[in-house]
């Protein structure tokens, strides 16, 4: 399906936001305004889990289709700083 998109006549861009700092999984997930999902239950471990398999998946995009744009974005700081910098980074 990567390889069909691929080719397309658009600019694609694949984004990976994620944590550098794991600890700051645990502080999220525990957080008092964060929803609360009755039929899954977010662990830290499984988002690592799911946040490094994310990240390699970036890295086979990026290497197998050098004309999809690809950016892994560090997702620590607050908010408003996240937005500006993934702005600057995409460039719009």
Known sequence: ML????????DIYYITLYLKDVNQYNDRLNRKEK??????????????????VYLEMSDEI???YPNIYVYNIVND????????????????
């Open 3 to 10: 390889e069909k998109i691929s080719k397309l006549d658009f």
């Open 62 to 64: 990026k290497n197998k």
């Open 35 to 52: 929803a609360v999902f009755k039929t899954s239950k977010f662990l830290a471990d499984n988002s690592n889990q799911q946040e490094e």
């Open 77 to 92: 700081d607050p908010l408003d700083e996240v937005k500006d910098n993934s702005k600057k980074i995409i460039g719009f």
